[in-house]
């Protein structure tokens, strides 16, 4: 089926639709469709009366034919001519009313459907927000309960109280050989240099330990900053990627409809082309009937009788 022949389907579609549709989303496009459904009754409406009309002079016109009463149906003749003309402009009108109709109701499935798609990509956009804040949450407590563990680990590794070098305790057996042996002189000058080293020692170890608990806390946080990190990349390589696709189909659509309008209007531009050269060619054949019904009359001579009130009323709308 070509592009024309579904443009005509869908034009049938549509003006049904509207037809049987009556729930407009606002109330100033509701009153542009009626208006617009009124105008195509109103003109089909005016079509099927000139084509009554038509049938009736058509048939009264031939009636005078046989009748061999020329001139009056050159008046008929003439009178065809002016409704035909007549239905051809109200014609080209309805197709006009239907190609807005048409365009009108495409506009609006076009707005519908980026409506549709907004909406399904805020919606998932919203279920994303929510997943990775529950990511981020769990991220928190398992780093609070990382923290609270190596807190309570820092005694059991690094505990205040130093390790006895070999030396200080080769020193306090010294001092207690000292007093065994009564040497309480040596002994208290023993003494006073286990305490001196216990307090290097001490000082020593508590520098050691804090550049120890320092590196390990840098350590951790370093940890804890790379995993924030790679989870905020995620977060924005994964909106970003919504975003990619989100912008992908709203584009597929908008092309879409765009594709569309152009083969409308070159659609509809073939039908009302082809309208005004079927316009042309009646013309022409009217023109030759014309030609002929004139010649006649002349043959006949004399003026033409005048139609009956009966008769009248059949060619005057």
């Known amino acids: 089926m070509c592009i024309r022949d579904r443009y005509q389907r869908r034009v049938h579609g549509i003006i049904l639709m509207q037809k049987s549709k009556g729930n407009p989303t606002e109330e100033e496009e509701g009153d542009t469709e009626n208006n617009g459904e009124e105008k195509v009754t ?11 009309f038509i049938s009736l002079l058509e048939e009264h016109c031939q009636k005078c034919v046989e009748e061999e009463k020329f001139s009056e149906a050159d008046l008929s003749r003439k009178r065809i001519k002016e409704l035909k003309e007549e239905q051809a402009k109200v014609k080209v009108e309805l197709t ?23 909406a399904e990509w805020d919606e998932k956009t919203q279920k994303l927000e929510e997943h990775f804040i529950e990511l981020e949450n769990e991220l928190i ?13 820092i005694e059991q590794k690094f505990p205040a109280t130093p390790k006895q070098s070999v030396a200080l305790l080769n020193l306090k057996q010294v001092q207690l050989n000292l007093v ?3 040497k309480f002189d040596l002994a208290n000058e023993t003494k006073e240099k286990v305490m001196a ?40 390589t ?15 659509i908008t092309q879409n ?4 309008q152009k083969q409308m209007s070159n659609a509809q531009k073939k039908e009302l082309a082809k309208m005004n050269k ?9 023109s030759h009937v014309s030609t002929t019904l004139q010649g006649s009359v002349a043959h006949q001579g004399g003026p033409p009788s005048i139609p009956s009130a009966q008769e009248l009323s059949l060619i005057h709308i």
């Open 180 to 182: 065994k042996q009564k």
């Open 197 to 236: 080293m216990e307090a290097e020692e001490a000082e020593k170890w508590a520098q050691q330990r804090e550049a120890k608990i320092t590196t390990q806390v840098d350590q951790l946080d370093q940890k804890h900053k790379k995993e924030k990190e790679a989870h905020e990349k995620r977060v924005q």
């Open 278 to 286: 079927s316009k042309v060619i009646n013309q022409g054949k009217s």
């Open 96 to 118: 006009k009313q239907q190609h807005e109709i048409l365009e009108m109701n495409e506009e609006a499935m076009y707005q519908e459907s980026i409506e549709k798609a907004n």
């Open 141 to 153: 407590e398992k780093q609070k309960e990382e923290m609270i563990k190596f807190n309570e680990s």
């Open 238 to 252: 994964a909106f970003e990627e919504l975003d990619i696709e989100r912008n992908k189909e709203i584009n597929r």
């Open 257 to 260: 409809h765009i594709n569309l």
């Open 42 to 52: 109103a003109l089909e409406s005016k079509i099927n009366k000139l084509d009554t």
